[in-house]
C-alpha cells in the first residue's frame, strides 16, 4: 500500500488527508504552521518537519497548497520534497496553480526518476469534506492508473477525469472550468440587472429560463443566490479572482484572447474593491446591480 | 370560440398558424409577400389583404414578424391593425422586438378597448414545427388566461411563463434569457479556444466540466456542436446579432452595464463579417478560435 | 447668392443659423417648437410653418436636428422637404445621425435632381456660439465646393473637411471621432482610478504623461476635468450616449468589432443609471471611480 | 561624485551606462552575459562579477533588467546587491516592473540604510541612444535629489517627474501611461476598422480628427504607422503585452476595475498568437482589421 505524503492541511486539505486516514492509508503530514500537523497526528498521522521529510517517508506525495509559488517553494525550496524524493514515486499536485509553472515541475520531478500529476479540484469545501471532489488530472496514465485508488478517497470517483498526458492538462482544465463558469456568471448577473431595472422580477426570469438554451447550474445555482441576497461562500471571490488570474496569465502565455472573461476578472476586481473578498462569487451581480443604480450591496458573509 | 388572426407567416410563422388551425380554429392569415398566404389559404385558413382587414375578422390577433419597425408598421402603419381592430379583442405580438416599444405599442392597443400581450418564444424553427416553443408573456393575466388555450396550441404548456403585468415584460424576459446565452456561449468558446491552444482536448475537459457549476445546456449542446464544428443552424448568427441589438438598445434606455454582453456582441460582429451571418450561433467559438491563432474556419453551413 | 433653409434651431442650430443671417444670407428658419422661430425671425430670418415650406423658399437647406428619426421625418415625413424641393439645390444634413439612414437620404435626395451633403459637427455648443465647429463631410464634392463658403459661416475653414465622396462619409467621420474620443476617455479613467486606489497623485500622473506617447487632447482637458471635478458640460453624456449607439449600430451594420467601444459604453450608461445624463461626459471617470471603492460621486451640473 | 554601479546592459542599459560613462562618471558595470560587460568594460566602465560585487564599488546601483523577478534576483537573490550594499547608498530601479514588489524591495534596501528609488522610463530604445527619456520616479524626494543629477545624463531633465514619495509610484505612474496609451490605440484602431469597412478612407479621418478633441500622440504616431502598415518597432508588442500584465496584477493586488484596458489586453494576445510579438504595439490596428474581415495582415518587422 501506499504511503501518502500530504503537504498543505488548510479548509481543503485537511478534510482530504482526513478521508486517506480514515480509508487505512498512512499519511505523513506537513504543513507550515504546526496545529493543522498536530491535529492531523492525534487523528492518526505521522507528522513532519518540512517538505523534504515528507518526500522521505512516502511513496505519493500530495500537495495542496494556495498558489503557484507555495507549490514552487515545497517542490523546490530549501527542504523541498524534491531533495529528498525517490525515484519511482509519484507527486500529485491538488492545488490550482500555473499550467505553465507545471510544466516546469513535471519536468524537475521527472528528473529525479519519478512522476508528476496535476489534479486541481473542483467542488470546494463541501466537496473536500464530503469526498465527493471533482479531480482534474494531467499526466502520465500509468501514474493516474497507479494513484487512482488514493484520488477516489477524496473524490468522485466518476469525475476523476484524465484531461490529458501532457503536465498540465488538469490545470488547463480546471481554468477551463472557472472560464465557463465566469461567463455563465455574468450573463445571469447582466441578465438579472436587466430584468431588476425593467421592473421584472428576476425569480420570474428565471424560473422561465431554466427550461430552455439558457439553462445551467449556474443560473440555477447562484441565480437562486442572487434573489436571495445570499452570499455566504460557497466559493469565496478572492480565491475565483485568483483563477482568474491564472486564466489571464495562461492566456498570455500561450497566446488567446479572452474577452468576456477579462470582463468578468474587472468586475470581480470591483466586488473585491468594495468589501466583498470574502463572499460567494455569485455576488459579482451586485456590481452589475450597482452599476445600474439598483439597490446592489451585498450583506456581509457570515 | 376566438377567431385568430395572423399576421407574419415566415419560417416560424408558418408552422404556427398551421397548427391554429389543426386545433379546429379559425385563422385569418396575412404576409406582406402573397404565396406564403395562399399557402395557408390551401391548409384552410381565410386569406386577408392587410394587417386591417385581419383585425376587422378577428378577436386575437398574433403578429410574428422580424423586427421592432415590422410590427409598428403592421399595427400603426396604413391599413394597420389598429386602424380596425375592435373593442374587446386580444393582440399577442410573439416577435422578439424592443420593450420600449412594446410598452408604447401596448398603450395604443389599450386605447382601443384591448389588451396587447407581449410573447416572444424561444426554442426556434424546430420549437415552432413541434409546438414545443416557450412562451414568455408579458402583460395583463386575465388577457392571458383567456388566451392561454390559444398560446398552448403553439408552445409546450409547462412553459409558457407569465413573467409580469406590465407590457414588455415578455421581451425583457427574452432578452435575458439571450443574454445569459451569450456569457455561457462565450465562456465555453474562450474555455475551449485555451484547452485546444494548450494542447488540450477540448472535448476532455467538456467531459470533465458537464459534471460540475460549469455544467450548462449552453456546454452540452453548443459545446458539443463546436467539437463537430458542426454550424448548421439551429439558430442563426444574423437573428442572435438582432437579439442582441435589441439587449444593447434596452440597456442604453434602461440604464443598465451590460459588460460581457457587450463584448459578445462585437465577437458576433465578427463572426458576420467573416462571412458566418448564416451559421449557428455558436460558431462563435470560431472566432476565439481564430483570435488565437488556431484554425478558426466554420464550414458553410448547409 | 444662395437663400437657406435651416430647419432645426436648438442650441446647436440657433447661433448657427444667426451666423448665416450676420454674414448676409437670407435665411427660411423651421423647428418644430414656435418660439424658436419667433426668435430667428426678430433676428431677420423670415419663419416658415414646415420643412415643407423651407425647401420651397430656399437653394439650400440645412438640418440641424437630434436623431435619425427627426431627420427621416423633416426629410421624408409629411410636408417633408423633398414634397417641394427643386432640382439643383443642395440638402446639408449637419445633425448626427446613422449613417445608413444617410445613404438611403441621399438616394432619395438625388432622384429630386439634387445634392445631400452630410455634415456633422464637433465643437459643441461653445464651436457653434464662436463658429469655430469642425465640419465633417460626405458627399459629391462639386456641391461642398458650392456650399463651402456656407458652412464657413459656421465653423473653422481650416477644419471643414471633405471625408470622402460617399453619402454618409462625414456621419462614418463623426462617429470614428467619438470612438477615439471613447477609448482616450477610458484609457485615462482606468489610469486615474489606478493611481487614486494607489495613493498616488493623478494631477502628478497626468502631468508626467502629457510629455509622451500618452498625450492627447483628452488627457488635457478631460483629464483636468475629472481632477477639478468639474462636469458642467462641455458634451453631455446623454449624447454621447446617442453618438456610441450609433456606432455600435454602424459596428452592427457593416460587420466590425469594437470591444473596446462597447464596453466605454456599457460604463456610459452606468453613468447615466446613477443620475449622470446631463453631465459632462468626461464623468465617466466618476464610473471606475466607483467601482475602484473610490468617492466616485459625480457633482450636479451647474 | 557618485560611484555609479549599473546592473542589465540590454538594449536599453547599454546606452544609458555610456551616457554615464560620458559624462564622467565611474561606473561599475554587470550583466548576465558577460560580452555585455566586456564592451562596457571596453568603453570605461569596470567589470563586475555580480551584482554583490557592483553594490559593494558604488553608492548609487542602477538597475535595468526584463521584469520583477529579475529585479528580485539581483536585489536579494544569491549574490544580490542587499548582501553588500552599504548604508547611505542608494538604489534606482529604472525597470519596468510590479508596483507591489517595488515596495516589499524598498523595504528591505531601507533596513540596509539606504534609499531606494522606483524610475522606470518611458521613450523606449531611442529615448535611450539620445537621452531623452522620461523618468517617472517615485519615493524619498531627497534621495532624487541626490540622484538627479545622475537621471538627467539618460532623460530629457525637463520630463524627470517626482510622482510621489511613495515606493511604487512611478512604477504605478508608468502603468497609468501604459493604460493610457492603450485606450487611445484601441480607440483609434477601432475607428480606422470601422472607416475602411465602411469605405471611408482612414487617412481623411485621421486628418479630420487631429485638429479636435479626439487628438493624440497615439492617433499621430501610431495612427499614421496603421495607415502606412509600417509595424517595424518602435516598442515591440510583446513588452507592451508584459506591461499590461503589470496593469492587470496592480488593478487585480489594489482593487481596481479596468475593463476597457483589459480588453486591450486580450487583443494584444492575439496579436500575439499570430506572430505578431515582434511588431510595433501599434499593430493591435490589425487585430481589429481581421475581426472586421479586411485584410489585417501585418507585415513582417524588419
Redesign the interface.
Known sequence: MERIGFIGLGVMGKPMARHLLAKGYTVVAYNRSRPAVDELVAAGAIGASSPADVARQATVVITMVPDTPDVEAVLVGDNGVLSTLGPGSVVIDMSSIS?VATKRLAGLVAEKGSAMLDAPV??GEIGAINATL?I?V?GDPAALARVRPVLECMG?P??I????P?P??GQ??K??????????????S??????R?????PA??R???L?????????E??GERMLKRNYVPGFRSRLY?KDL?L??????A??????????????L??L????GAELDYSALAT??F????LDGDAPPAA
Open positions: 499550467p473542483s467542488g471533482s482534474m494531467g468522485n466518476e469525475r477525469v484524465h484531461v490529458g501532457e498540465g492538462a488547463i482544465c481554468i477551463c472550468n472557472q472560464v465557463a463558469i465566469g461567463g455563465a456568471l455574468a450573463g445571469v447582466e441578465a438579472f440587472a436587466l430584468a431595472k425593467s421592473g421584472v422580477d420570474r426570469v424560473d422561465a429560463l427550461g430552455g438554451f439558457a439553462a445551467s447550474r449556474v443560473l445555482v447562484h479572482q488570474r486564466a489571464a496569465e495562461a492566456a498570455g500561450s497566446g488567446v484572447a479572452m474577452p468576456a472573461t477579462a470582463v468578468v476578472g474587472q468586475m476586481n470591483a473585491i474593491a468594495s468589501g456590481v452589475l450597482e452599476l445600474a443604480g
